[in-house]
């Protein structure tokens, strides 16, 4: 079991940045790989769009979506429990709510469907 309060969204111009934060607790966070995966009202989830990161229980591994792949920054410091996004260059497009997610589950093929725990999730919205 674990839980996970994400925290860091806001309101940001195109072309800003911010940085979100997860933190975990519950069990030995180095166990978790984790995700940040983002949701728009309104629409399904679609793995191109809404796939942001994902991050193995070392940090060594990582995984980006590509509408997002060199603009945002997946890490964690397994010491503190938490997880990072930290998003640059950001889109009116990524306006979204965003999740971060955990589960003892392979990096290298975890889906959305793999991970059992999740935020609450915070809003990130992107004026033009």
């Known amino acids: 079991q674990v839980q996970l309060v994400e925290s860091g969204g806001g309101l940001v111009q195109a072309g800003g940045s911010l940085r979100l934060s997860c933190v975990a607790s519950g069990r030995t966070f180095s166990d978790w790989t984790m995700g940040w995966f983002r949701q728009t009202p309104g629409k399904n989830y679609e793995k191109d769009r809404d796939?942001?990161?994902?991050?193995?229980?070392?940090?060594?591994?990582?995984y980006y979506g590509h509408t997002v792949k060199g603009r945002f920054t997946i890490s964690r410091d397994n010491a503190k429990n938490t997880m990072y996004l930290q998003m640059n260059g950001l889109k009116p497009e990524d306006t979204a709510v965003y999740y971060c997610?955990?589960?003892?589950?392979?990096?290298?093929?975890?889906?959305?469907?793999?991970?059992?725990?999740w935020g609450q999730g915070t809003q990130v919205t992107v004026s033009s």
């Open positions: 997610a955990a589960d003892v589950v392979d990096v290298d093929i975890a889906t959305r469907s793999d991970f059992g725990f």
């Open positions: 796939f942001v990161a994902a991050i193995g229980g070392s940090g060594a591994t990582t």
